[in-house]
């Protein structure tokens, strides 16, 4: 019990992770459409590691008793700051009492679920490689494979337009005898990429990945490929301020999480949730490559009603539907409790996101007001 309590001071006292935290880029592939980019890149990526220390140090702070208000009113305070943004986007929150650290019971499945996703950034984002050091696809198969990054979709750049008759690079096979059925079903080539093929209909359709309107990136599982589209390298996105300097006092009260989650390493943050949370298996235990872990979860409302527009399915991204993907279980919406609540919660990508973002940029109170920073009470 003595010790139990000492190291919660500890931790109530000491930062649980350093300004000088540095991602290594080498467990990666960076493809040179990313050179420009190299250290706007590497920033964001320890950002992200700052992130998710944050965020795996307060889940570890509230996995102890919380401290008496009395005798330690500033952990106290910390303990409570970090249970309320657990229930707003994690669905759960920590148990007042406990005296020992993760136990059996649901809410220990939950704390291991969410610290599993961000132990393994933490660690991996830090280690010599990846995890799966070569990627998930059949090209992890290849001689010193590492999943890949690639920055924007300029031809030539990013990727090689390949027609019918052209050869595939590095081989002396033509496109149409490599990939017939394509050419047969209509395609008029393929972006190509480091043996990864985006086909077209039309001769050097564009865009390549980023075809849904407001999409910045994603994760391409088939093609062991994070990519970041266009939108995310423009001066006015790079010049957006970073979650360290919005700690360092750049955030009012009143701002509202949503726009100060828009610079790269939040994006980069919300992929790696998708990466580091791996994917489903079959039996044997190989990959399947479209089920991912962490994924996008389908939107709900305030009553926990499945949300669909022009007869496409809402996915939960953005404060709103974060916050209503968490909610607890209620009279109001027990007909829909399948839908929301921790276990949904996740293995949701923004609402690992969220709860992150409020561990490191930890000044305001974002729950309180629905997302709208204001000051803690």
Not at 183 to 188: D, P, Q, T, W
Not at 210 to 228: E, N, R
Not at 329 to 336: C, G, L, Q, R
């Amino acid at each position: 019990m003595v010790r139990v309590r000492h190291v919660w001071l500890l931790a109530g006292l000491m930062p649980g992770f350093s300004a000088a935290a540095t991602a290594n880029l080498g467990i990666w592939d960076v493809d040179s459409s990313c050179t420009q980019y190299n250290t706007y890149l590497q920033d964001s990526f320890n950002e992200v590691l700052l992130m998710a220390t944050a965020a795996r140090d307060n889940l570890n702070f509230a996995l102890l008793k919380r401290p008496d208000a009395e005798k330690y009113p500033d952990e106290n305070k910390k303990w409570n700051k970090i249970a309320f943004a657990m229930g707003a986007t994690l669905g759960f929150f920590p148990d007042k009492k406990r005296e020992e650290t993760i136990t059996d019971n649901l809410n220990g499945k939950y704390y291991k679920a969410a610290l599993a996703v961000y132990n393994k950034i933490v660690d991996t984002l830090q280690a010599a490689q990846n995890d799966p050091a070569n990627g998930y696809s059949h090209l992890s198969s290849r001689v010193d494979a590492k999943p890949k990054i690639i920055c924007g979709e300029d031809e030539n750049v990013a990727f090689q337009w390949l027609g019918p008759q052209d050869k595939i690079p590095g081989k002396s096979i033509l496109m149409s005898n490599k990939f017939t059925k394509y050419f047969l079903g209509g395609s008029e080539g393929a972006w190509y990429n480091d043996e990864r093929f985006f086909f077209k209909d039309q001769e050097k359709e564009t865009p390549v990945l980023c075809m849904d309107s407001g999409l910045k990136a994603a994760v391409y599982w088939g093609w062991d490929l994070v990519h970041f589209c266009p939108s995310m390298f423009t001066d006015a996105v790079r010049n957006l301020p970073t979650p360290t300097a919005l700690k360092n006092g750049g955030v009012n009260a009143g701002d509202d999480i949503d726009t100060l989650m828009m610079h790269l390493s939040s994006i980069l943050l919300h992929e790696m949730t998708h990466w580091f949370g791996g994917l489903n298996t079959n039996p044997d235990g190989s990959y399947i490559l479209d089920s991912p872990i962490v994924d996008d979860i389908q939107a709900v409302n305030s009553q926990g009603v499945l949300q669909t527009r022009n007869g496409k399915i809402v996915k939960t991204y953005r404060k709103h539907y974060v916050f209503n993907l968490a909610m607890q279980k209620s009279k109001t919406n027990k007909a829909n409790a399948a839908n929301f609540g921790p276990a949904k919660a996740l293995r949701n990508a923004d609402n690992l996101n969220l709860f992150a973002f409020m561990s490191y940029v930890n000044q305001y109170d974002f729950v309180r007001k629905g997302g709208i920073a204001a000051d803690f009470k």
